[in-house]
């Protein structure tokens, strides 16, 4: 999950950043094409908050659900496997941090790419830094991807 929605974070904004440079080209733009990049930040910061709620009543509804079916009726714990609720719950749960990964990662980029923008470097038309922060963004996807590889977990029995 966090990585998905880590992915489609930095393709959006870098492919957003993409198009707004080729409408508005050059440093001397680059203020307008970081204002219209806040407003991307800001529908990502809505959009996870009706997630966010969306997915907290959900998950309260369900959670609910797989205590008085778990404990009542089957007389088995909470969050044992044979308790269907909990799958609904763990669904709840991921979709609500999905959503706050999103809005925290998207808006910690698009404010360093601001900060970024400030420091005038002549590589790249001035666009040095800014270009370097979405480098350092996908460069750090794909060292996560190559670690995940790295990693050796049990099975599931």
């Not at 996870?48 to 309260?60: D, E, N, P, Q, S």
Request: glycine share 14%.
């Amino acid at each position: 999950m966090g990585l998905g929605v880590v992915g489609l974070g930095v393709l959006d904004f870098s492919g957003l950043f993409k198009i707004y440079q080729g409408l508005w080209p050059g440093a001397d733009n680059l203020a307008l094409v970081l204002n219209v990049l806040s407003g991307f930040s800001l529908g990502a910061s809505s959009i996870a908050l009706f997630a966010r709620v969306g997915g907290g009543v959900y998950t309260k509804a369900t959670d609910v659900g797989a205590d008085l079916v778990g404990k009542v009726e089957a007389d088995i714990p909470e969050d044992h496997l044979l308790n269907p609720a909990t799958i609904a719950d763990n669904v709840g749960d991921v979709a609500g941090m999905g959503a706050d990964l999103f809005e925290s990662y998207v808006g910690s980029i698009i404010e360093t790419m601001v900060l970024g923008a400030f420091i005038i470097t002549p590589d790249f038309n001035g666009l040095g830094t800014v270009y370097l922060l979405l480098v350092l963004a996908a460069v750090g996807i794909l060292m996560s991807i190559l670690g995940n590889f790295l990693c050796e977990s049990k099975r599931w029995r």
